[in-house]
Protein backbone atom coordinates (compact mmCIF):
# COMPACT_ATOMS: atom_id res chain seq x y z
CA UNK A 1 0.00 0.00 0.00
CA UNK A 2 2.62 2.15 0.92
CA UNK A 3 4.46 1.74 -2.87
CA UNK A 4 1.19 3.05 -3.78
CA UNK A 5 1.24 6.61 -2.21
CA UNK A 6 4.71 6.58 -3.25
CA UNK A 7 4.17 6.29 -6.72
CA UNK A 8 0.90 8.94 -6.06
CA UNK A 9 3.40 11.21 -4.73
CA UNK A 10 5.55 11.11 -7.45
CA UNK A 11 2.81 11.32 -9.95
CA UNK A 12 2.07 14.55 -8.31
CA UNK A 13 5.42 15.98 -7.93
CA UNK A 14 5.78 15.65 -11.93
CA UNK A 15 2.17 17.30 -12.80
CA UNK A 16 3.70 20.04 -10.91
CA UNK A 17 7.09 20.56 -12.52
CA UNK A 18 5.39 20.58 -15.90
CA UNK A 19 3.67 22.91 -17.83
CA UNK A 20 0.48 20.50 -18.02
CA UNK A 21 -1.31 21.16 -14.93
CA UNK A 22 -1.17 24.88 -14.67
CA UNK A 23 -2.37 24.43 -18.54
CA UNK A 24 -5.05 22.23 -17.70
CA UNK A 25 -6.35 24.15 -14.17
CA UNK A 26 -6.11 27.68 -16.55
CA UNK A 27 -7.95 25.99 -19.05
CA UNK A 28 -10.49 24.75 -16.99
CA UNK A 29 -11.12 27.94 -14.76
CA UNK A 30 -11.67 29.67 -18.12
CA UNK A 31 -14.31 27.82 -18.79
CA UNK A 32 -16.17 27.51 -15.86
CA UNK A 33 -15.24 31.00 -15.02
CA UNK A 34 -17.25 32.45 -18.14
CA UNK A 35 -19.60 30.01 -17.23
CA UNK A 36 -20.44 31.12 -13.53
CA UNK A 37 -19.78 34.98 -14.23
CA UNK A 38 -21.94 35.28 -17.22
CA UNK A 39 -24.78 34.43 -15.05
CA UNK A 40 -23.64 36.31 -12.47
CA UNK A 41 -23.38 39.48 -14.35
CA UNK A 42 -25.80 38.80 -17.37
CA UNK A 43 -28.94 37.06 -15.44
CA UNK A 44 -27.72 38.85 -12.15
CA UNK A 45 -28.33 35.21 -10.64
CA UNK A 46 -25.98 34.32 -8.32
CA UNK A 47 -25.91 30.46 -8.03
CA UNK A 48 -24.10 27.35 -8.95
CA UNK A 49 -26.44 26.12 -11.16
CA UNK A 50 -25.33 26.77 -14.19
CA UNK A 51 -21.62 25.26 -13.11
CA UNK A 52 -22.45 22.13 -12.07
CA UNK A 53 -24.93 21.75 -15.14
CA UNK A 54 -21.99 22.00 -17.34
CA UNK A 55 -19.01 20.81 -15.80
CA UNK A 56 -20.07 17.35 -16.63
CA UNK A 57 -18.80 18.15 -20.19
CA UNK A 58 -16.03 20.11 -19.36
CA UNK A 59 -14.83 17.21 -17.48
CA UNK A 60 -14.96 14.56 -20.80
CA UNK A 61 -11.95 17.03 -21.97
CA UNK A 62 -9.74 18.36 -18.84
CA UNK A 63 -9.49 15.26 -17.21
CA UNK A 64 -8.20 13.09 -19.80
CA UNK A 65 -5.58 15.61 -20.80
CA UNK A 66 -4.59 14.96 -16.92
CA UNK A 67 -4.18 11.15 -16.68
CA UNK A 68 -3.19 10.48 -20.24
CA UNK A 69 0.41 10.34 -19.97
CA UNK A 70 0.12 8.50 -16.23
CA UNK A 71 0.80 5.43 -17.67
CA UNK A 72 1.36 5.70 -21.55
CA UNK A 73 4.37 8.25 -21.14
CA UNK A 74 6.07 5.37 -18.84
CA UNK A 75 5.71 2.94 -21.44
CA UNK A 76 6.56 4.80 -24.15
CA UNK A 77 10.00 5.63 -22.46
CA UNK A 78 10.56 2.08 -20.72
CA UNK A 79 10.54 3.60 -17.49
CA UNK A 80 7.71 1.44 -16.64
CA UNK A 81 9.97 -2.01 -16.98
CA UNK A 82 11.78 -0.08 -14.19
CA UNK A 83 8.80 0.45 -12.18
CA UNK A 84 7.60 -2.82 -12.61
CA UNK A 85 10.76 -4.36 -11.81
CA UNK A 86 10.84 -3.03 -7.96
CA UNK A 87 8.55 -4.72 -5.53
CA UNK A 88 5.61 -3.33 -5.95
CA UNK A 89 2.24 -4.97 -7.41
CA UNK A 90 0.32 -4.44 -10.14
CA UNK A 91 -2.33 -2.88 -8.26
CA UNK A 92 -0.65 -0.76 -6.43
CA UNK A 93 1.16 0.97 -9.65
CA UNK A 94 -2.76 1.57 -10.56
CA UNK A 95 -3.79 2.87 -7.76
CA UNK A 96 -1.61 5.04 -7.31
CA UNK A 97 -1.39 6.73 -10.70
CA UNK A 98 -5.20 7.10 -9.72
CA UNK A 99 -4.77 8.64 -6.31
CA UNK A 100 -2.36 11.12 -8.60
CA UNK A 101 -5.28 11.83 -10.86
CA UNK A 102 -7.71 12.10 -7.86
CA UNK A 103 -5.24 14.65 -6.04
CA UNK A 104 -5.02 16.90 -9.49
CA UNK A 105 -9.03 16.98 -9.78
CA UNK A 106 -9.24 18.24 -6.21
CA UNK A 107 -7.03 20.45 -7.02
CA UNK A 108 -8.99 22.23 -9.84
CA UNK A 109 -12.25 21.46 -8.68
CA UNK A 110 -11.00 23.07 -5.17
CA UNK A 111 -10.41 25.88 -7.05
CA UNK A 112 -13.63 26.55 -7.90
CA UNK A 113 -14.84 26.37 -4.36
CA UNK A 114 -14.08 30.49 -5.13
CA UNK A 115 -17.67 30.48 -7.25
CA UNK A 116 -19.27 29.52 -3.77
CA UNK A 117 -17.26 31.84 -1.66
CA UNK A 118 -18.83 34.65 -4.22
CA UNK A 119 -22.22 33.67 -4.15
CA UNK A 120 -21.65 33.31 0.20
CA UNK A 121 -20.90 36.60 -0.25
CA UNK A 122 -23.70 37.79 -1.91
CA UNK A 123 -26.19 36.37 -0.23
CA UNK A 124 -27.81 33.04 1.85
CA UNK A 125 -26.41 30.64 0.32
CA UNK A 126 -28.02 26.69 0.20
CA UNK A 127 -25.23 24.80 1.70
CA UNK A 128 -26.70 21.68 1.02
CA UNK A 129 -26.98 21.19 -2.60
CA UNK A 130 -23.41 22.83 -2.86
CA UNK A 131 -21.89 20.51 -0.27
CA UNK A 132 -23.55 17.37 -2.22
CA UNK A 133 -22.63 19.41 -5.86
CA UNK A 134 -19.11 19.21 -4.97
CA UNK A 135 -19.00 15.33 -3.83
CA UNK A 136 -20.89 14.53 -6.90
CA UNK A 137 -18.39 16.09 -8.95
CA UNK A 138 -15.35 14.52 -7.11
CA UNK A 139 -17.23 11.08 -7.69
CA UNK A 140 -18.00 12.06 -11.17
CA UNK A 141 -14.64 13.53 -11.50
CA UNK A 142 -13.23 10.56 -10.65
CA UNK A 143 -14.89 7.92 -12.32
CA UNK A 144 -13.53 9.96 -14.84
CA UNK A 145 -10.14 9.56 -13.77
CA UNK A 146 -10.31 5.90 -13.84
CA UNK A 147 -11.29 6.07 -17.30
CA UNK A 148 -8.49 8.07 -17.92
CA UNK A 149 -6.06 5.67 -16.13
CA UNK A 150 -7.55 2.60 -17.95
CA UNK A 151 -7.10 4.54 -21.78
CA UNK A 152 -3.47 4.96 -20.61
CA UNK A 153 -3.20 1.24 -19.19
CA UNK A 154 -3.88 0.42 -23.05
CA UNK A 155 -1.31 2.46 -25.08
CA UNK A 156 2.17 3.76 -24.94
CA UNK A 157 1.04 7.02 -27.12
CA UNK A 158 -0.40 9.71 -24.82
CA UNK A 159 -2.78 11.23 -27.77
CA UNK A 160 -4.07 8.21 -28.27
CA UNK A 161 -4.75 7.69 -24.30
CA UNK A 162 -6.21 11.10 -24.73
CA UNK A 163 -9.09 10.18 -27.71
CA UNK A 164 -9.79 6.75 -26.36
CA UNK A 165 -10.87 8.14 -22.62
CA UNK A 166 -11.85 11.08 -24.42
CA UNK A 167 -14.49 9.14 -26.63
CA UNK A 168 -15.78 6.97 -23.84
CA UNK A 169 -16.10 9.92 -21.30
CA UNK A 170 -18.16 11.51 -23.54
CA UNK A 171 -20.20 8.66 -24.57
CA UNK A 172 -21.25 7.89 -21.35
CA UNK A 173 -21.57 11.38 -21.08
CA UNK A 174 -24.30 12.03 -24.12
CA UNK A 175 -26.16 9.02 -23.01
CA UNK A 176 -28.58 10.99 -21.15
CA UNK A 177 -28.92 13.13 -23.75
CA UNK A 178 -29.53 10.87 -26.85
CA UNK A 179 -32.73 9.50 -24.74
CA UNK A 180 -35.11 11.10 -26.31
CA UNK A 181 -34.49 9.22 -29.73
CA UNK A 182 -33.32 5.88 -28.88
CA UNK A 183 -35.93 3.12 -29.11
CA UNK A 184 -37.65 2.78 -25.83
CA UNK A 185 -35.71 -0.28 -24.79
CA UNK A 186 -32.87 1.01 -24.48
CA UNK A 187 -34.07 4.12 -22.96
CA UNK A 188 -33.62 2.34 -19.60
CA UNK A 189 -29.90 1.14 -19.93
CA UNK A 190 -28.93 5.13 -21.43
CA UNK A 191 -30.32 6.35 -18.34
CA UNK A 192 -28.66 4.21 -16.20
CA UNK A 193 -25.40 4.70 -17.78
CA UNK A 194 -25.52 8.19 -18.45
CA UNK A 195 -22.87 10.12 -16.12
CA UNK A 196 -24.92 13.39 -15.92
CA UNK A 197 -28.03 11.38 -14.44
CA UNK A 198 -26.53 10.27 -11.57
CA UNK A 199 -25.04 13.50 -11.03
CA UNK A 200 -28.60 15.80 -11.55
CA UNK A 201 -29.60 14.24 -7.73
CA UNK A 202 -26.51 15.77 -6.45
CA UNK A 203 -26.81 19.11 -7.64
CA UNK A 204 -29.81 19.13 -6.08
CA UNK A 205 -29.01 18.11 -2.54
CA UNK A 206 -29.81 14.54 -2.82
CA UNK A 207 -26.95 11.96 -2.06
CA UNK A 208 -28.78 8.37 -3.72
CA UNK A 209 -26.87 5.21 -2.86
CA UNK A 210 -27.79 4.24 -6.18
CA UNK A 211 -25.76 7.03 -7.97
CA UNK A 212 -22.61 6.49 -5.10
CA UNK A 213 -22.71 2.98 -6.62
CA UNK A 214 -22.93 3.63 -9.89
CA UNK A 215 -19.63 5.95 -9.80
CA UNK A 216 -17.74 3.57 -7.36
CA UNK A 217 -18.46 0.62 -9.43
CA UNK A 218 -17.37 1.81 -12.83
CA UNK A 219 -14.33 3.55 -11.13
CA UNK A 220 -13.43 -0.12 -9.72
CA UNK A 221 -14.14 -1.92 -13.25
CA UNK A 222 -11.77 0.40 -14.90
CA UNK A 223 -9.14 0.06 -12.60
CA UNK A 224 -9.56 -3.75 -12.88
CA UNK A 225 -9.37 -3.45 -16.95
CA UNK A 226 -5.98 -0.98 -16.04
CA UNK A 227 -4.48 -3.90 -13.86
CA UNK A 228 -5.24 -6.42 -16.11
CA UNK A 229 -3.91 -4.55 -18.81
CA UNK A 230 -0.86 -4.09 -17.05
CA UNK A 231 -0.54 -7.52 -16.23
CA UNK A 232 -1.25 -8.68 -19.81
CA UNK A 233 2.81 -8.98 -20.45
CA UNK A 234 2.71 -11.66 -18.15
CA UNK A 235 -0.09 -13.84 -19.93
CA UNK A 236 0.93 -16.79 -21.67
CA UNK B 1 23.58 -27.02 -3.67
CA UNK B 2 23.31 -24.51 -1.08
CA UNK B 3 24.37 -21.83 -2.71
CA UNK B 4 22.72 -21.63 -6.25
CA UNK B 5 21.42 -17.82 -6.16
CA UNK B 6 19.52 -18.61 -9.76
CA UNK B 7 18.26 -21.42 -10.95
CA UNK B 8 16.96 -21.45 -14.65
CA UNK B 9 15.31 -24.80 -15.78
CA UNK B 10 14.53 -25.18 -19.68
CA UNK B 11 12.92 -21.83 -19.74
CA UNK B 12 11.10 -20.90 -22.87
CA UNK B 13 9.50 -17.65 -24.00
CA UNK B 14 7.40 -17.39 -26.94
CA UNK B 15 6.06 -13.83 -28.93
CA UNK B 16 3.32 -15.28 -30.80
CA UNK B 17 5.30 -18.06 -33.10
CA UNK B 18 8.72 -16.72 -32.59
CA UNK B 19 10.29 -18.43 -29.83
CA UNK B 20 13.40 -15.78 -28.12
CA UNK B 21 14.32 -18.20 -25.60
CA UNK B 22 14.26 -21.80 -26.43
CA UNK B 23 15.10 -24.16 -23.58
CA UNK B 24 17.40 -22.44 -21.89
CA UNK B 25 19.28 -24.13 -18.29
CA UNK B 26 21.63 -23.01 -15.85
CA UNK B 27 22.42 -22.09 -12.42
CA UNK B 28 24.01 -19.25 -10.98
CA UNK B 29 26.46 -19.70 -7.53
CA UNK B 30 27.01 -17.07 -5.27
CA UNK B 31 29.75 -14.84 -5.83
CA UNK B 32 29.70 -15.54 -9.20
CA UNK B 33 30.04 -12.80 -11.74
CA UNK B 34 28.17 -13.76 -14.81
CA UNK B 35 28.64 -12.71 -18.40
CA UNK B 36 25.58 -13.42 -20.81
CA UNK B 37 26.81 -12.99 -24.17
CA UNK B 38 24.93 -13.10 -27.41
CA UNK B 39 24.53 -11.43 -30.60
CA UNK B 40 21.83 -8.41 -30.70
CA UNK B 41 18.24 -10.03 -30.45
CA UNK B 42 19.87 -13.64 -29.26
CA UNK B 43 17.00 -13.90 -26.24
CA UNK B 44 19.58 -11.82 -23.33
CA UNK B 45 17.35 -9.13 -22.84
CA UNK B 46 14.51 -11.58 -22.75
CA UNK B 47 15.58 -14.15 -20.12
CA UNK B 48 16.49 -11.12 -17.80
CA UNK B 49 13.47 -9.40 -17.86
CA UNK B 50 11.86 -13.16 -16.97
CA UNK B 51 14.35 -13.12 -14.19
CA UNK B 52 13.38 -9.64 -12.49
CA UNK B 53 9.27 -11.14 -13.19
CA UNK B 54 8.33 -8.59 -16.11
CA UNK B 55 7.68 -11.03 -18.18
CA UNK B 56 6.97 -14.63 -17.69
CA UNK B 57 7.92 -17.66 -19.11
CA UNK B 58 5.49 -20.07 -21.40
CA UNK B 59 7.02 -22.73 -20.37
CA UNK B 60 10.00 -24.06 -18.25
CA UNK B 61 10.36 -22.35 -14.31
CA UNK B 62 13.49 -20.09 -13.18
CA UNK B 63 13.97 -19.44 -9.43
CA UNK B 64 15.93 -16.50 -7.75
CA UNK B 65 17.36 -16.71 -4.59
CA UNK B 66 14.87 -19.84 -4.08
CA UNK B 67 11.78 -18.13 -4.91
CA UNK B 68 9.65 -19.14 -8.02
CA UNK B 69 9.82 -15.48 -10.65
CA UNK B 70 6.22 -16.12 -11.48
CA UNK B 71 4.56 -17.26 -8.21
CA UNK B 72 6.51 -15.54 -5.75
CA UNK B 73 7.72 -12.37 -7.99
CA UNK B 74 7.31 -10.12 -4.86
CA UNK B 75 10.18 -11.86 -2.82
CA UNK B 76 11.93 -11.85 -6.04
CA UNK B 77 11.81 -8.53 -7.15
CA UNK B 78 12.94 -7.51 -3.28
CA UNK B 79 16.23 -8.97 -3.69
CA UNK B 80 17.11 -7.91 -6.96
CA UNK B 81 18.37 -5.26 -7.79
CA UNK B 82 17.74 -4.66 -11.88
CA UNK B 83 19.39 -2.12 -14.91
CA UNK B 84 17.23 -2.34 -17.55
CA UNK B 85 18.91 -2.06 -21.04
CA UNK B 86 19.15 1.77 -22.18
CA UNK B 87 19.13 2.84 -18.58
CA UNK B 88 14.91 3.81 -18.67
CA UNK B 89 15.01 6.99 -15.34
CA UNK B 90 12.40 9.21 -14.62
CA UNK B 91 14.41 13.01 -16.62
CA UNK B 92 12.12 15.18 -14.19
CA UNK B 93 13.54 14.45 -10.89
CA UNK B 94 17.03 15.40 -9.55
CA UNK B 95 18.97 12.38 -8.45
CA UNK B 96 18.38 12.55 -5.15
CA UNK B 97 14.97 12.40 -5.91
CA UNK B 98 15.35 9.50 -8.00
CA UNK B 99 16.81 7.44 -5.72
CA UNK B 100 14.42 8.66 -2.76
CA UNK B 101 11.77 7.33 -4.80
CA UNK B 102 13.40 3.53 -5.68
CA UNK B 103 14.70 3.57 -1.64
CA UNK B 104 10.72 4.31 -0.49
CA UNK B 105 9.57 1.80 -3.11
CA UNK B 106 11.81 -1.13 -1.84
CA UNK B 107 10.03 0.07 1.69
CA UNK B 108 13.22 1.79 3.16
CA UNK B 109 12.14 4.92 5.52
CA UNK B 110 13.95 6.78 8.11
CA UNK B 111 17.80 7.26 8.57
CA UNK B 112 18.49 4.47 6.16
CA UNK B 113 17.30 6.24 2.97
CA UNK B 114 19.57 8.75 3.91
CA UNK B 115 22.51 6.53 4.73
CA UNK B 116 22.10 3.85 1.91
CA UNK B 117 21.72 7.02 -0.92
CA UNK B 118 25.04 8.59 0.63
CA UNK B 119 26.95 5.44 0.60
CA UNK B 120 25.75 3.82 -2.69
CA UNK B 121 26.25 7.48 -4.35
CA UNK B 122 29.42 7.99 -3.14
CA UNK B 123 30.79 4.32 -4.55
CA UNK B 124 28.81 5.39 -7.77
CA UNK B 125 30.48 9.03 -7.64
CA UNK B 126 26.88 10.69 -7.76
CA UNK B 127 27.70 12.91 -4.79
CA UNK B 128 28.82 15.78 -7.21
CA UNK B 129 25.40 15.89 -9.34
CA UNK B 130 22.86 14.96 -6.74
CA UNK B 131 21.08 17.92 -7.00
CA UNK B 132 20.61 17.63 -10.88
CA UNK B 133 17.84 16.62 -13.03
CA UNK B 134 18.23 13.32 -14.60
CA UNK B 135 17.22 14.54 -18.01
CA UNK B 136 20.14 17.11 -17.50
CA UNK B 137 22.84 14.35 -16.86
CA UNK B 138 25.09 12.92 -19.52
CA UNK B 139 24.83 9.12 -20.35
CA UNK B 140 27.21 7.53 -18.53
CA UNK B 141 26.16 9.51 -14.98
CA UNK B 142 22.84 8.36 -16.31
CA UNK B 143 24.27 4.92 -16.11
CA UNK B 144 25.85 5.50 -12.43
CA UNK B 145 22.50 6.44 -11.26
CA UNK B 146 20.63 3.57 -12.20
CA UNK B 147 23.24 0.76 -11.04
CA UNK B 148 23.29 3.17 -7.39
CA UNK B 149 19.60 2.62 -7.93
CA UNK B 150 19.81 -0.92 -8.34
CA UNK B 151 22.05 -1.58 -5.20
CA UNK B 152 20.25 0.69 -3.32
CA UNK B 153 18.04 -1.98 -0.89
CA UNK B 154 21.15 -3.92 -0.62
CA UNK B 155 19.99 -6.79 -3.18
CA UNK B 156 22.08 -10.37 -3.17
CA UNK B 157 21.58 -10.22 -7.05
CA UNK B 158 21.99 -7.88 -9.56
CA UNK B 159 21.15 -7.94 -12.83
CA UNK B 160 22.32 -6.02 -15.44
CA UNK B 161 21.30 -5.41 -19.08
CA UNK B 162 24.38 -3.84 -21.25
CA UNK B 163 25.26 -1.63 -18.08
CA UNK B 164 28.71 -0.18 -19.96
CA UNK B 165 26.37 0.51 -23.48
CA UNK B 166 27.34 4.27 -24.98
CA UNK B 167 29.96 4.92 -22.45
CA UNK B 168 33.27 5.99 -23.45
CA UNK B 169 36.56 4.35 -22.08
CA UNK B 170 37.39 5.85 -19.11
CA UNK B 171 33.21 5.56 -17.94
CA UNK B 172 33.38 1.69 -19.21
CA UNK B 173 36.79 0.95 -17.11
CA UNK B 174 34.83 3.08 -14.21
CA UNK B 175 31.59 0.94 -14.47
CA UNK B 176 33.58 -2.40 -14.45
CA UNK B 177 35.37 -1.78 -11.71
CA UNK B 178 32.64 -0.75 -9.35
CA UNK B 179 31.22 -3.92 -11.02
CA UNK B 180 34.29 -6.10 -9.94
CA UNK B 181 33.93 -4.65 -6.87
CA UNK B 182 30.46 -5.66 -6.09
CA UNK B 183 30.98 -9.25 -7.29
CA UNK B 184 32.69 -9.86 -4.32
CA UNK B 185 30.04 -10.33 -2.08
CA UNK B 186 27.02 -10.68 -4.88
CA UNK B 187 25.76 -12.31 -7.95
CA UNK B 188 26.16 -10.43 -10.94
CA UNK B 189 24.45 -11.36 -14.36
CA UNK B 190 25.91 -8.72 -16.65
CA UNK B 191 24.75 -8.88 -20.50
CA UNK B 192 27.32 -7.71 -23.02
CA UNK B 193 28.23 -8.19 -26.26
CA UNK B 194 31.62 -6.60 -25.89
CA UNK B 195 33.78 -9.86 -25.57
CA UNK B 196 36.77 -7.70 -23.84
CA UNK B 197 33.90 -7.15 -21.29
CA UNK B 198 33.81 -10.48 -20.16
CA UNK B 199 37.38 -11.39 -19.95
CA UNK B 200 37.70 -8.28 -17.80
CA UNK B 201 34.93 -8.50 -15.50
CA UNK B 202 33.72 -12.02 -15.64
CA UNK B 203 34.40 -15.25 -14.16
CA UNK B 204 31.99 -17.21 -15.72
CA UNK B 205 29.91 -17.03 -19.30
CA UNK B 206 27.25 -18.11 -21.05
CA UNK B 207 26.80 -17.66 -24.59
CA UNK B 208 23.12 -17.39 -26.07
CA UNK B 209 22.60 -17.59 -29.86
CA UNK B 210 18.77 -17.76 -31.43
CA UNK B 211 17.40 -18.30 -28.09
CA UNK B 212 19.44 -21.53 -27.49
CA UNK B 213 22.54 -21.68 -24.87
CA UNK B 214 25.45 -22.62 -27.08
CA UNK B 215 28.26 -22.23 -24.47
CA UNK B 216 28.43 -22.14 -20.81
CA UNK B 217 31.92 -21.96 -19.33
CA UNK B 218 34.90 -19.88 -17.47
CA UNK B 219 36.39 -17.58 -20.68
CA UNK B 220 39.58 -20.05 -20.41
CA UNK B 221 37.62 -23.03 -20.97
CA UNK B 222 35.63 -21.94 -23.56
CA UNK B 223 38.87 -20.55 -25.46
CA UNK B 224 39.91 -24.31 -25.53
CA UNK B 225 36.78 -25.46 -26.76
CA UNK B 226 38.29 -23.79 -29.90
CA UNK B 227 39.65 -26.30 -32.20
CA UNK B 228 41.94 -24.71 -34.90
CA UNK B 229 45.40 -23.19 -33.52
CA UNK B 230 46.37 -19.92 -36.03
CA UNK B 231 50.04 -19.48 -36.40
CA UNK B 232 51.91 -16.38 -37.85
CA UNK B 233 54.52 -16.81 -39.77
CA UNK B 234 57.02 -13.91 -41.03
CA UNK B 235 60.21 -15.59 -43.68
CA UNK B 236 62.72 -14.22 -45.48
CA UNK B 237 62.61 -16.47 -48.77
CA UNK B 238 65.81 -15.12 -50.69
CA UNK B 239 64.96 -15.12 -53.64
CA UNK B 240 62.03 -18.00 -53.58
CA UNK B 241 58.91 -17.17 -55.44
CA UNK B 242 55.63 -16.38 -52.99
CA UNK B 243 53.73 -19.29 -54.01
CA UNK B 244 56.88 -21.91 -53.72
CA UNK B 245 56.70 -20.88 -50.28
CA UNK B 246 52.85 -21.48 -49.87
CA UNK B 247 53.00 -24.63 -51.81
CA UNK B 248 55.91 -25.80 -48.92
CA UNK B 249 54.31 -24.71 -46.25
CA UNK B 250 50.57 -26.44 -47.01
CA UNK B 251 52.45 -29.72 -46.89
CA UNK B 252 53.65 -29.53 -43.76
CA UNK B 253 51.94 -32.00 -41.89
CA UNK B 254 48.60 -30.96 -39.47
CA UNK B 255 48.14 -27.69 -41.59
CA UNK B 256 45.37 -27.22 -42.56
CA UNK B 257 45.31 -23.63 -43.95
CA UNK B 258 48.10 -21.28 -45.22
CA UNK B 259 47.28 -18.17 -46.47
CA UNK B 260 49.63 -15.37 -47.96
CA UNK B 261 48.51 -12.10 -45.97
CA UNK B 262 51.03 -9.39 -46.37
CA UNK B 263 54.53 -9.58 -47.89
CA UNK B 264 56.53 -7.60 -51.15
CA UNK B 265 59.61 -7.13 -50.77
CA UNK B 266 61.30 -10.61 -50.75
CA UNK B 267 60.17 -10.66 -46.60
CA UNK B 268 56.57 -12.75 -46.39
CA UNK B 269 53.82 -12.90 -43.96
CA UNK B 270 51.67 -16.31 -43.58
CA UNK B 271 48.66 -16.93 -41.18
CA UNK B 272 48.41 -20.79 -40.90
CA UNK B 273 45.85 -22.80 -39.77
CA UNK B 274 46.42 -26.46 -37.90
CA UNK B 275 44.82 -28.63 -35.73
CA UNK B 276 44.93 -27.40 -31.76
CA UNK B 277 46.25 -30.87 -30.32
CA UNK B 278 49.69 -30.37 -31.90
CA UNK B 279 52.38 -27.60 -31.90
CA UNK B 280 53.25 -27.18 -35.38
CA UNK B 281 56.05 -24.65 -34.67
CA UNK B 282 58.67 -27.40 -34.71
CA UNK B 283 57.30 -28.40 -37.93
CA UNK B 284 57.86 -25.08 -39.48
CA UNK B 285 60.83 -23.79 -38.64
CA UNK B 286 62.24 -26.89 -39.75
CA UNK B 287 60.97 -26.45 -43.22
CA UNK B 288 62.28 -22.78 -43.15
CA UNK B 289 65.36 -24.05 -42.11
CA UNK B 290 65.61 -27.05 -44.81
CA UNK B 291 64.89 -23.98 -47.70
CA UNK B 292 67.78 -21.63 -45.83
CA UNK B 293 64.53 -18.85 -45.36
CA UNK B 294 65.19 -16.18 -42.77
CA UNK B 295 62.77 -16.65 -39.90
CA UNK B 296 61.81 -13.70 -38.64
CA UNK B 297 58.55 -14.09 -36.70
CA UNK B 298 56.88 -17.80 -35.64
CA UNK B 299 54.05 -17.41 -33.33
CA UNK B 300 51.71 -19.47 -32.10
CA UNK B 301 47.94 -17.46 -31.20
CA UNK B 302 45.83 -18.71 -28.84
CA UNK B 303 42.31 -18.47 -29.94
CA UNK B 304 40.34 -15.82 -29.48
CA UNK B 305 37.14 -15.52 -27.47
CA UNK B 306 36.26 -13.75 -30.39
CA UNK B 307 36.65 -16.86 -32.53
CA UNK B 308 35.07 -18.67 -30.42
CA UNK B 309 32.07 -16.43 -29.87
CA UNK B 310 31.68 -16.27 -34.00
CA UNK B 311 32.24 -20.01 -34.10
CA UNK B 312 29.05 -20.55 -31.82
CA UNK B 313 26.67 -17.58 -32.91
CA UNK B 314 27.17 -17.39 -36.86
CA UNK B 315 24.67 -19.60 -39.07
CA UNK B 316 21.95 -19.15 -36.16
CA UNK B 317 21.97 -15.12 -37.09
CA UNK B 318 19.28 -15.26 -39.78
CA UNK B 319 16.88 -16.99 -37.02
CA UNK B 320 17.11 -13.62 -34.52
Redesign the interface.
Known amino acids: M ?2 AT ?2 AK ?1 EI ?2 YF ?2 PVAYIVVMVFMLITGYLFFSQLFLEKQAELRYYFTLTPLVFTFIIPAITMRLIAEEKG ?13 DWEVVLGKFLAGMAMLGAIVGMTLFYAITVAALGPIDRGPVITGYLGLLLMGGSYVSIGVMASSLTRNQIVAFILAFAISFALFIFGQIMQFSPEWLSPILAYLSMGNHFESFSRGVVDSRDVLFYVSLMAVALVIATASLES ?4 | MADVMIKVESLTKEYGPFRAVDQVSFNVHKGEVLGFLGPNGAGKSTTM ?1 IL ?7 AGSAQVAGFDV ?1 DQS ?1 EV ?2 R ?1 G ?1 L ?1 E ?1 T ?6 TVL ?1 HLE ?2 A ?4 MSGARVQSRIKEIGGRCGLSDVAGKLVGELSKGYRQRV ?1 LA ?1 AMLHDPDILILDEPTSGLDPNQIAEIRALIKEVGKEKTVILSTHILPEVQATCSRMLIISGGKLVADGTPDELRAREKATRYRLVVESNGTAAETLKEKLTSVSGVAQCQKVAGEDGAYTFEIDGSAKADLRKALFRVAVDNKWSLLELTRQAASLEDVFRNLTTGEESKS
Open positions: STTVRKTNSSGTLEMLITMPVRRKWK | KTCFLAPTFLRQVYPDPLYRDMEFGHMHGGQ
